[in-house]
């Protein structure tokens, strides 16, 4: 049994392992970066750097590779068993092993941000104010009771639970705050609504959900799902659409209480609200073309409020979220407002690709340096028996 | 030399790192977030046809968006209109009676069924709820040529912003008809309302619903109309109300249509304000309306409005001829649109 574990660990401290890993990386670089001709950046991202296996078209033959993440893992396990465990310890060798960690910190941040990271955009015209921001990708089911004024609790299922639904299979969402179960059948990641009849899949209220192939970009796909919602007292299921660009939520009554039931790209609140004051943009001389645009906004946490310039290189930061300038729109009326739109990240490991570098920089430096120094001293010693 | 049992080991183990749901099992929902105010959408109780109606939809026939009536009425003499609001498609007041309001509102639906907008004002006013027998019991007056059910009540009214009011009353007629619920309100004080309660009725009787007086109606002459379509636009099959439908072949769900009402087909600004009401955004004043751009169509100028909904939007144009009105509408998804909007632009001043 011990050696069984002593190959195990010998096989995955080796270098081989490493130059495989490293060579698949590269080539995963090189076909995924390829891809991104034919389908859009978020789909390579999935399938390609975010998976542990991917089946790439190539030409028509389907070739097997390892993803991405399967990859990393592997390489952060070859890096802690033959990086630090297996290296020789001495005073030669501090500088590898502290390069060896830096790596491991960079890889650990990876996995930080593809874990736990929100990214997202927030669009708000001149004079609005909001609290929450809305991802390009991501979608969730939102229930809550439907109410004329005063706080609302929405239940949120995240999309990750019910995107990836099998052909058949069907998911149910329950929780004790509602008087009902919601059963989610069917989910087209891009579709449209349709008359029944010309859709020929089965319908609501005379409405069927039509799937569409995906979008160049993925953020213009819209998604749709079959549902049902099952009251807990036993009455009838009541049968429902969900679409992402529906004008209003999926209204049921159930147990004496209306209910709204939406789908929309995913949701994300702030621990503070921003209040677009004003939009400005330069524009390049005799062009259309924006030089620079830059936002004056109003952030108010905790009733405080603070005056702030958010520009292209000047990110507003606050409570462990960044918003950058990313686009604006211009009014589509004389005399309207502009709208000025920002990129939200909440990544708790932000800073960690800086300190990584900084710790792999500082063990290469003593890497070198030791080098260097030994080849001084050899090449004296060698001078001195000259 | 590689081994492949622990390339096999590290693959389980990731596997089991992604880990995997299991369908059909009740799923608990933990994710949960407060909000200090409910979304503008969920206030709405809207059906199936309603909620999907845009784009994609057939809008002819059935659908939510035609039985969405455009209304018309005569001013009583002594009344003031005011701007329509998002809810408010008729907003008045009478500078005699200060205190008293009259409105026309329009809801998809049914707007949660006459009981319960019934009861609920009744409980604005203090008074008890109606039960089912005591709602079919009431008066009926006429309304858009339908029985609308009629009540005036004398009560505390509770529901405007200065709290409780008594010796309030508030007169009402609601119709329920398929589609859309019609509710014209007015409440004030007694001695007010007992006052204006003659212009009350004669506002109701003056409704007139200007969506229906349209081609199929016979109202508006079309035959003649010629136009060029933009490359990359497919002509629609044919449907109700519209001249011509036409689908950019690049710009999945966006379609762009013509429609011909007789006379002002309700309105510049009732119906530019009904379709920035139908993406929840607030209603153009008169000097914003006069301040949109215009575009040469059929020899006249045509204003021209582009409505940014968020996800969705739409472009719309209202070419005014005196005995008939030229509506051209594009929806779709925002970046569709605004990819189509040259496009849009030329195939509206094609017409001829």
Known sequence: MRRFFTRIFDALSSTWLSIVVLSFLLLLTVVGTLEQTRTSLYEVQRRYFESSFVVHDLGGIPVPLPGVYLLLILLAINLVCGGILRIRKDSTTWGVIIAHVGILVMLGGSMVEYRWSEKGHLSLAEGSEAAEFTSYYEWEIAIAEARDRGPVTELVITGDRFMQLAKGKTARFTSPDIPFDLVVQRVFPNCEPKPAESGGSPGVDGIALVEMAPEKEAEADVAGAYVEVRPKSGGAAIPGLLWALERFPMSVNVDGKRWTIGLSHRRWQLPFSVRLEDFRQQLHPGTGMAKAFESDVTKTRDGIAQKVKISMNQPLRESGYTLYQSGFQQPSTRGGKWRSTFSVVKN?????????????????????????LRH??????????? | MLKPSPILTAALLSFAVCGCGKDGDAVPIDGKRVLVAPRPEQRMAAGTKMRFSGPSMDSGGGSAQAAMPTLAWDLPAGWMELA????????FSVPAFPGLECTITILPGGGGGLAANLNRW???????????ADIAALPRVKLLGADAASIVMDGTYSGGQEGASPGFTMAAVVLDRPGAAIFVKMVGPTAAVRAEIGHFRALCASLRDTSATGPAAGGADTGSMKWTAPAGWTQGPAKQMRVVTFVPKDAPGVECYVTVLSGTGGGLTANLNRWRDQFGLPPLTAEEIAALPTLPVLGRPARMIEIDGGKSGLFGLVCELGTQTVFVKMTGPMESLRAERERFIAFCKSLS
């Open chain 1, 348 to 372: 708790p490991a932000d800073q960690v690709p800086l300190y990584s570098c900084i710790v792999i920089t500082a063990g290469l430096l003593l890497h070198f340096a030791q080098k260097l």
């Open chain 1, 376 to 386: 001084m001293r050899t090449q004296k010693t060698m001078w001195r028996r000259a």
């Open chain 2, 122 to 132: 009744r409980k604005q006013m203090g008074l008890p709820a109606l039960t089912e």
């Open chain 2, 84 to 91: 329509p609001t998002q809810m408010r498609t008729g907003n």
